[in-house]
């Protein structure tokens, strides 16, 4: 079993920056796929970006490419999620999750096993 926790959202203007964190419990998380998304009101959850359980690999949705790094600290069961240059369509709730058998459909919320609550984030213009 493993328990995620976001941290970090809130309210930036356009342009501003952000990083979220996700902490998860359990001695396995250097085993399993760490990914974001996002879910705004009314819309279906999309794929933000995920990271290879050693960190060596990223994916990045074309939406956020060149805007967003995803990154892991595994010796902190930590991952990151700093975004830039945000711009009000970003406004979303923003989710982490962890999956054990995820690659290579890193995209698909199917695909993973644990989910965290998902902090705000809000972009005003």
């Known amino acids: 079993q493993v328990q995620l926790v976001e941290f970090g959202g809130g309210l930036v203007q356009a342009g501003g920056s952000l990083t979220l964190s996700c902490v998860a419990s359990g001695r396995t998380f250097s085993s399993y796929t760490m990914g974001w998304f996002r879910q705004a009101p009314g819309k279906e959850r999309e794929f933000v970006a995920a990271?290879?359980?050693?960190?060596?690999?990223?994916y990045d949705a074309d939406s956020v490419k060149g805007r967003f790094t995803i990154s892991r600290d595994n010796a902190k069961n930590t991952v990151f999620l700093q975004m830039s240059s945000l711009k009000p369509e970003d406004t979303a709730v923003y989710f982490c999750a962890a999956g054990a058998d995820t690659l290579p459909y890193y995209y698909s919320p199917a695909r993973y096993d644990y989910w965290g609550q998902g902090t705000q984030v809000t972009v005003s213009s």
């Open positions: 990271i290879s359980p050693s960190g060596g690999r990223t």
